[in-house]
T-cell receptor, first 111, second 114 residues
Framework: QKEVEQDPGPLSVPEGAIVSLNCTYS??????FMWYRQYSRKGPELLMY????GNKEDGRFTAQVDKSSKYISLFIRDSQPSDSATYLC???????????FGQGTTLQVKP | GAVVSQHPSWVICKSGTSVKIECRSL??????MFWYRQFPKQSLMLMAT?????????EQGVEKDKFLINHASLTLSTLTVTSAHPEDSSFYIC??????????FGPGTRLTVT
């Protein structure tokens, strides 16, 4: 079993839809949680970063962490074609620098 | 803020030659930088962790004599692929650790070895 599980998709939604992306993890020592967006042939871009359970909102993006269930989510409201990309969840333990990534979910937002 | 640059963005080299990739944190100091490799439609694979002023820590299976990493300053880390072979062709991405444990990634370098 991988430490971080993420459905690779692809996920296809119409423009304006609410998108839900999810990851589960098995290591209870993970304390820092990140979501990255990666366009084809580009480096990942940090979207959200949180270290506590609950919700964190930034514009159209909301990151949700449930440490008791070992489950994290990223919600995208009013999705746009420009949101079409691969979304990677990542997490790490306090005291280590290494990030553990999910496999990435490919999202396509159709106009 | 938190911008990381990489140079070059793409490079083609002949088999047997060496190529150097630079990673710079432009607006912050990074004591720790990371080097990743990514194959098409796959997630990132960590190659090594680079700490300023000390030797890099390589992941299992990564040849340290082939992938030379130098982190000489708080804003610059370099990856040199020595005696490159076609199987080294890949997308190489660096990242720099932020104030907490988040990482900021560079735009990547596409290496093609002919």
């Amino acid at each position: 079993q991988k430490e971080v599980e993420q459905d690779p998709g692809p996920l296809s939604v119409p423009e304006g839809a609410i998108v839900s992306l999810n990851c589960t993890y098995s290591n209870s020592a993970f304390q820092y949680f990140m979501w990255y967006r990666q366009y084809s042939r580009k480096g990942p871009e940090l979207l959200m970063y949180t270290y506590s359970s609950g919700n964190k909102e930034d514009g159209r993006f909301t990151a949700q962490v449930d440490k008791s269930s070992k489950y994290i989510s990223l919600f995208i409201r009013d999705s746009q074609p420009s949101d079409s990309a691969t979304y990677l969840c990542a997490m790490n333990e306090r005291g280590t620098g290494k990030l553990i990534f999910g496999q990435g979910t490919t999202l396509q937002v159709k106009p | 803020g938190a911008v990381v640059s990489q140079h070059p963005s793409w490079v083609i080299c002949k088999s047997g030659t060496s190529v150097k990739i630079e990673c710079r944190s432009l607006d912050f100091q990074a004591t720790t930088m990371f080097w990743y490799r990514q194959f098409p439609k796959q997630s990132l694979m960590l190659m090594a962790t680079s700490n300023e002023g000390s030797k890099a820590t390589y992941e299992q299976g990564v040849e340290k004599d082939k992938f030379l990493i130098n982190h000489a300053s708080l804003t610059l880390s370099t990856l040199t692929v020595t005696s490159a072979h076609p199987e080294d062709s890949s997308f190489y991405i660096c990242s720099a650790r932020g104030a907490a444990y988040e990482q900021y990634f560079g735009p990547g370098t596409r290496l093609t070895v002919t």
